[in-house]
């Protein structure tokens, strides 16, 4: 392999196109655009436009097959994600897997085994780790120095989407074609940091809300409340039907409380436990001394380009991901427990997930599913300001 690992990119579609066009403008170090690939016959010819000299493949085994490629990004509909990357593995590529890792856990544990048997580089696109401040709070939360997790709170309501946007593409929205709604397909950057900056729960009961707000066969607005290891509790509210968003993720520990809101990471840290001070204090203004600053970024995210990067730089020079690709296994458990609980008239769910008892009850979802027929519409294929960190 030379110092151009040579990438193709399989799925031209919104993601997909400023995936090849970050390449293909050498916005990446290290990674070449060798090939794309699309089962639509009319991205070909948008991409001989935009993209041109780029070898064309409609089939992605076919590219895999070819060895025209190194290295894959796979930015398909998420039904297709593990079949892909399970294949690209196996035929010795490297792997990005936008997220989400696949629509159930099953099809992901499958993908794990591959992955840890492979000796190739295999990233989730979860760019939202580029953003400072989640990984300044997992510092804090994982160094001890919140002391032991008491409550973690994300309000996350600023996914908003249209009608229109659910129009687009006929996969979107339906149990067939996407497997979930906003949990399936906005959130799942939030549901990773949320278990990255705290740790997995042991439970899951979720409330998901079935076209609340828009015309559509699955959830645009769901509440999850989580229970962990030592008997702290989350919880997890996130909505594409309500304008102006929110987004502030409140997490509290025996050492005092951060604040991620507004582009800012407020940390409150107490002098002294407050669980000693609950049983020993005999100041009866119950006040405990507390430091507190605000922490910005100091970098800028870097986003999609950061994880390609760092992708092309965990290749070249062994240098750590950001994202493992074995990590997308966690939110999706997250979002899986979830629709299970809520299927069953909303349930505490033990983690790891019942796999078999999901599947089956989405596999009867996907049979009755009204899959929508109207063309994919695309936007012009670049990343779009939604997709960071919004505050
Ligand atoms: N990381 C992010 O910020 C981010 C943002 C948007 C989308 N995504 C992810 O990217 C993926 C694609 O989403 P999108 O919005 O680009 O969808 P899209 O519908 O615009 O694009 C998907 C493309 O895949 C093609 N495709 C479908 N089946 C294929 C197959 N079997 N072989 C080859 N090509 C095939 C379609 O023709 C389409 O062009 C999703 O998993 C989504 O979650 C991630």
């Not at 995936?19 to 916005?27: E, G, P, T, V, Y």
């Amino acid at each position: 392999m030379g110092n151009k690992i040579k990438t193709a990119v399989i799925g031209v579609g919104n993601m997909g196109t400023a995936h090849a066009k970050a390449l293909f403008s050498n916005q990446v170090a290290g990674l070449e655009l060798c090939a794309l690939c699309d089962c639509d016959i009319s991205r070909h010819d948008f991409c001989k436009t935009v993209l041109p000299q780029i070898p064309l493949f409609k089939d992605w085994k076919t590219l895999i097959d070819s060895g025209i490629a190194e290295a894959v990004i796979i930015a398909v509909p998420h039904n297709l994600h593990c079949d892909i990357a399970e294949y690209a593995l196996k035929s010795n590529l490297n792997v990005v897997l936008e997220k989400p890792v696949d629509v159930s856990v099953s099809k992901a544990i499958a993908l794990n085994r591959v992955a840890q048997k492979s000796d190739k580089v295999f990233a989730m696109m979860f760019n939202q780790r580029t953003n400072e401040l989640y990984s300044k709070a997992r510092n804090i939360v994982r160094s001890g120095a919140l002391g032991e997790l008491k409550r973690s709170v994300w309000i996350i309501t600023n996914w908003y989407r249209t009608q229109q946007y659910y129009n687009s593409g006929n996969w979107r929205a339906s149990w067939a074609g996407e497997g979930g709604g906003v949990l399936l397909n906005q959130a799942p950057h939030n549901l990773d940091l949320w278990q990255w900056i705290c740790g997995m729960p042991i439970s899951v009961t979720g409330y998901c809300d079935v076209a609340k707000y828009h015309n559509i066969e699955v959830e645009d607005d769901a509440t999850i409340f989580v229970r962990y290891k030592n008997g702290a509790t989350g919880t997890f509210i996130t909505s594409t039907g309500e304008y102006p968003g929110t987004n502030r993720l409140e997490i509290s520990g025996d050492l005092g409380k951060i604040v991620i809101e507004n582009g800012k990471l407020k940390w409150w840290k107490l002098n002294m436990s407050e669980r000693e001070y609950c049983f020993n204090a005999d100041n009866p203004n119950y006040s405990l001394k507390y430091e507190y600053s605000e922490i910005s970024a100091e970098k800028p995210e870097t986003a999609h380009i950061g994880i390609l990067q760092n992708f092309a730089n965990a290749i070249l020079y062994n240098e750590e991901l950001i994202s493992p690709g074995t990590d997308g296994i966690f939110e999706l458990s997250l979002s899986n427990a979830a629709y299970l609980s809520s299927w069953q008239g909303n349930l505490s769910v033990n983690l790891p997930l019942d796999c078999a008892e999901f599947d089956r009850i989405l596999a009867e979802k996907i049979k009755n599913s009204n899959l929508k027929k109207s063309s994919p519409d695309h936007e012009d294929g670049e990343y779009l300001p939604r997709w960071h960190v919004q505050w």
